[in-house]
């Protein structure tokens, strides 16, 4: 009896597939084993014969991959993944039988009669006549799994090309794999590389070439992109070609993905980029796939595209490290479109949950470290060094270096004692080295520029050491006066702004608040000058400050706030021109507050006002003094105002709603004219902006209006255009009820139109009524 393994090695979720081939009393037998960290659920599918059809087991997770469907001597098996749940069948070429068993392979452990419906552990027996050391009769227990005394550690890891047990010897090839994994796991990766080329070099035949050339390709992705780019494509290539179907295919489509990238090759990057999006979509490479994609695609029309993937990208990260990836890129593009805020946010929620990831890709992420220090992001940028310095597993980069920047960095960010505490661990760790000496000096000088310092940075470091270290002090209340004097001086309106429960009847509070909302308008930026002025409700706005400030609040819907900044403007204004803007935007204000009356008086004077001067700009104040009018029962002159939106704005969409009202009033009143008119003028706005707002209420009141006339056509015509218009069921089905009891009283044919109606696949009224005309129809 012998025993050969292969590993058919499934990583999702740590799911294990294996295969084990024996021959007992000269009979060939093969074992499928399936191991997971969590319990799953497997079964037997039998057929009428009581024959074993297939096994499946289940999981509900979602893998990070998938394997094609695969044949052995014994087996054809493959997966699926349905609403996000894994299956795995296993069906048999000969027969076979499904057992739980135990975890550990290795342990002799008594398996009971009754089988669990879970069980970490799984084995497929497959044979051809009798199952192997075991029998059909009915027994009390057994005693599995198959153990294989000699030879209990002979574990092998592949199949040959035929699909047969590959049989060989533990040799130096599988010394230096195992050696390569270990310093892949520690991010040696310029050793890695090294000893990767060696075993390729002494080995041309290993076994281990996939992983070792895959090996090779993650190494390489930690190194400098453009020195590399070439030798990735050519590697990648070939290992597609070679493995199509292994799970890592996304893994070296991405990379390839990449390095076209910075070839600058675009058609090929998008390539293989999308291949990953539409081809592995379950794959955790689909959103990083997405990330790449906004990376190297992001200017011009492609900014908001950019945007948009980086989003989504970072929601369907499918573990902590992509998403750190992900994080780090997309804070790039941030910072390259000056939204360094929200780069902030989103290096500090890896900081916080991921912090690791930084170390794994020290070449790459030191420079990244340099970029965010370029655009003043000091502080974010030490956090993050000084991270990678103390975690850091090799030397792809220099840590005296590194080190040295993350004093810098912190001493940039005004985060004295920081660069101290660093600059003390430099001197420990480097006493020897070039740089110990200018360290030490600049060390020296932190505390000592503090009192010396002139410039207004250093000013305000000087009173922050002075408010920290003199509390509850004369010195203290000076020094906060000072600080807030000199930061706002120099622009700094915000850090004043958040000293103001140190300095609460300083003038400068409120100085502060105005300047930034002039400030804020200025850079056309309304969410945030709003949010000023209602953070300081005291602050008297300046004229010429006020109409783009009420612009702002009105179009942000703070129409409280917006009324207040236009109090008496209008009165007040001499300017003709100027009365007659605040006029406008007070009639459109109050309308929002639902304040009638002012809404009337204003729009009265605004459209009076615009009428004089021929300003065609303020003409739709109509629009809202003809609701007010409505409202205060004021018809007549509400209907002049119609009048002259008829002149001047006939074609405005918003006489939709003014058409509606005098429709339901001369509906009310049973006025045919005035119905015929405003239905029309409905269903000429609707042709004009192809809307078919107010549709079908506004057909069917001209049909019922053109039927109490007896215009039949009419209403006729207007039915047929109706039903070409998207309408629910129910409503097609009164047309259509309509249009054939309009046909049958004019003695015209109108059973195609009722077993249409009839015809229509809803249960409702007018299906009811339709039916009934049927009924009677000769």
Not at 305 to 325: G, P
Not at 478 to 507: C, R, W
Request: some cysteine; charged content about 25%.
């Amino acid at each position: 009896m012998f025993a050969l393994l292969l590993s058919f090695l499934y990583c999702a979720n740590a799911l294990d597939v294996t295969i084990n081939y024996g021959k007992e009393a000269r009979e060939h037998f093969s074992v499928l084993n399936i191991t997971h960290k969590d319990p799953l659920a497997c079964f037997e599918q039998r057929n009428a014969e009581n024959e074993v059809l297939y096994a499946v087991c289940t999981l509900d997770q979602t893998p990070l991959a998938s394997f094609a469907p695969t044949e052995t001597l014994f087996f054809r098996f493959w997966s699926r993944v349905v609403e996000g749940r894994f299956y795995l069948y296993v069906q048999p070429k000969h027969k076979i039988r499904l057992f739980a068993t135990p975890y550990d392979l290795k342990k002799n452990v008594r398996i009971p009669k009754e089988q669990p419906k879970e069980s970490r552990s799984w084995q497929v027996i497959g044979y051809i006549n009798e199952i192997p050391f075991l029998n059909e009769a009915p027994t009390k227990g057994l005693n599995f799994p198959i153990k294989i005394i000699k030879n209990r550690e002979i574990f092998l890891t592949d199949l040959d090309i035929d699909r047969g047990p590959l049989q060989y010897e533990e040799g130096e090839d599988f010394n230096a794999y195992n050696q390569i994994k270990e310093l892949m796991n520690a991010h040696s990766h310029i050793e890695a590389v090294k000893l990767i080329d060696e075993t390729l070099i002494a080995f041309p035949e290993t076994i281990f070439t996939k992983d070792l050339l895959l090996f090779r390709m993650r190494a390489l992705e930690h190194f400098d992109a453009a020195e590399n780019s070439d030798m990735l494509i050519d590697m990648g290539t070939k290992w597609i070609k070679r493995y199509p179907t292994d799970a890592s295919v996304p893994e070296v489509l991405y990379f390839l993905g990449n390095a076209y990238a910075d070839l600058r090759n675009a058609d090929e990057t998008k390539y293989y980029l999308e291949r990953i999006i539409n081809e592995y979509p379950q794959s955790r490479y689909m959103p990083l796939a997405k990330m790449s994609l906004a990376k190297h695609f992001h200017t011009g029309s492609d900014a908001q595209v950019a945007a948009r993937l980086f989003s989504q990208a970072y929601q369907e990260a499918k573990d902590l490290d992509s998403a750190s990836a992900i994080a780090i890129e997309w804070s790039d593009f941030r910072i390259q479109n000056n939204e360094k805020e929200q780069a902030q946010k989103l290096l500090e929620a890896m900081l916080k949950a991921n912090p690791s990831y930084i170390t794994k890709y020290p070449i790459k992420n030191y420079e990244f470290l340099k970029l965010l220090a370029e655009n003043q992001m000091y502080l974010i940028a030490a956090n993050l060094g000084e991270y990678l310095f103390e975690h850091l597993q090799n030397d792809d980069i220099s840590k005296e270096d590194l080190l040295n920047d993350v004093s810098l960095w912190y001493q940039a960010a005004n985060e004295v004692q920081d660069a101290h505490r660093i600059n003390k661990i430099f001197l420990q760790e480097f006493e020897h080295r070039p740089k110990t000496e200018e360290v030490r000096e600049r060390d020296d000088k932190l505390l000592f520029d503090l009192a010396q310092a002139e410039n207004p940075d250093d000013k305000i470091q000087k009173y922050d050491y002075i408010i920290q270290n003199y509390d509850n002090s004369p010195e203290k209340e000076k020094a906060l006066g000072l600080k807030a004097q000199t930061l706002f001086d120099e622009g700094q309106y915000e850090s004043v702004l958040a000293m103001k429960e140190s300095i609460k009847n300083s003038p400068l509070i409120s100085q502060s608040y105005l300047a930034l909302i002039k400030q804020s308008l200025k850079n056309n930026d309304c969410k945030q000058a709003s949010t000023y002025y209602t953070q300081s409700p005291q602050v008297e706005i300046p004229e010429d400050s006020k109409m783009p400030l009420f612009d702002c609040l009105y179009d942000l819907a703070l129409n409280k706030e917006a009324a207040k900044v236009a109090k008496d403007m209008a009165q007040d204004s001499k300017d003709l021109a100027q009365k007659l803007a605040w006029l406008y935007r007070d009639a459109l204000n109050f309308a929002k507050l639902g304040d009638t009356k002012s809404v009337a008086r204003a729009g009265r004077d605004a459209l009076e006002l615009a009428k004089n001067q021929r300003n065609p700009k303020y003409y739709d104040v109509g629009f809202v003094l003809f609701d007010a009018l409505y409202t205060l029962n004021n018809t007549a002159e509400a209907l002049d105002v119609y009048a002259f939106l008829k002149t001047h704005l006939a074609d405005d969409q918003r006489m939709f709603p003014i058409d509606l009202t005098l429709l339901k009033a001369s509906e009310s009143q049973k006025e045919e004219l005035g119905i015929e008119l405003y239905a029309k003028d409905i269903l000429r706005l609707q042709a004009l902006h192809h809307d078919s707002t107010d549709s079908p209420y506004v057909d069917f009141a001209l049909t019922q209006s053109y039927i109490r006339t007896q215009r039949f056509n009419d209403a006729i015509s207007v039915l047929d255009n109706l039903l070409k218009k998207e309408m629910n069921k129910d409503n097609q089905q009164k047309a259509l009820y309509l249009k054939g009891s309009i046909l049958k009283s004019i003695n015209r044919e109108s059973k195609p139109v009722f077993e249409q109606c009839v015809g229509i696949a809803y249960e409702g009224a007018w299906k009811s009524l339709c039916a009934q005309a049927l009924e009677i129809l000769p």
